[in-house]
């Protein structure tokens, strides 16, 4: 399947480059979309106990403190590390942030194919697991943190929702 030959050394330079020239342009084109490309209308309510299980199961908890943070590689970027408000503005921002992280690991994936076209067989294989493991364990970090985000959401918009009326009655 290789269709070009290279040396050794051209190889590993080669791959490096393209793999950066993937990871850039396709978080960069990622980072651009806008906000309302990654706000879901469904709730995803239905098995988040049973999908939350997976991940404590995992000790997602325990090693993504460890994982870089690339929200702030490019300009517009959002640090995902810790939040920095409760506020229920942040916090959907937050969420939308992890769902535009999910989809820029998800498609960093595919591209790891190309890598047949200059490589010997083996090598592109070696490349699409690197791809899985360098793109999994992110993938399983957003989707973790967005389950956890969501009810501390509802019970911010509902403490919100409380203060603006106990306010808003005030002077009655």
Same mark, same amino acid.
């Given at each position: 399947?290789?269709?070009?030959?290279?040396?050794?050394?051209?190889?590993? *330079?080669?791959?490096?480059?393209?793999?950066?020239? *993937?990871?850039?342009?396709?978080?960069?084109?990622?980072?651009?979309?806008?906000?309302?490309?990654?706000?879901?209308?469904?709730?995803?309510?239905?098995?988040?106990?049973?999908?939350?299980?997976?991940?404590?199961?995992?000790?997602?908890?325990?090693?993504?403190? *460890?994982?870089?943070?690339?929200?702030?590689?490019?300009?517009?970027?959002?640090?995902?590390?810790?939040?920095?408000?409760?506020?229920?503005?942040?916090?959907?921002?937050?969420?939308?942030?992890?769902?535009?992280?999910?989809?820029?690991?998800?498609?960093?994936?595919?591209?790891?194919?190309?890598?047949?076209?200059?490589?010997?067989?083996?090598?592109?294989?070696?490349?699409?697991?690197?791809?899985?493991?360098?793109?999994?364990?992110?993938?399983?970090?957003?989707?973790?943190?967005?389950?956890?985000?969501?009810?501390?959401?509802?019970?911010?918009?509902?403490?919100?929702?409380?203060?603006?009326?106990?306010?808003?009655?005030?002077?009655?």
């Amino acid at each position: 399947m290789q269709m070009i030959h290279l040396t050794t050394l051209s190889l590993i *330079i080669v791959n490096i480059f393209a793999w950066l020239l *993937i990871h850039v342009s396709i978080s960069y084109i990622c980072l651009r979309l806008p906000d309302s490309f990654y706000q879901s209308k469904k709730s995803g309510v239905n098995d988040r106990n049973r999908e939350l299980h997976v991940y404590e199961s995992l000790r997602i908890r325990k090693w993504k403190t *460890i994982l870089p943070d690339g929200g702030d590689v490019f300009k517009g970027g959002f640090r995902k590390k810790e939040l920095k408000t409760l506020s229920s503005s942040y916090i959907q921002k937050f969420i939308v942030e992890t769902r535009r992280a999910e989809v820029t690991h998800w498609l960093l994936i595919p591209p790891s194919i190309l890598f047949f076209v200059w490589n010997p067989i083996s090598i592109g294989f070696i490349m699409i697991g690197y791809a899985l493991v360098v793109n999994l364990p992110f993938i399983l970090i957003q989707r973790y943190n967005r389950l956890r985000l969501k009810p501390l959401l509802t019970k911010q918009l509902k403490k919100e929702e409380r203060r603006g009326n106990s306010i808003g009655t005030f002077g009655v």
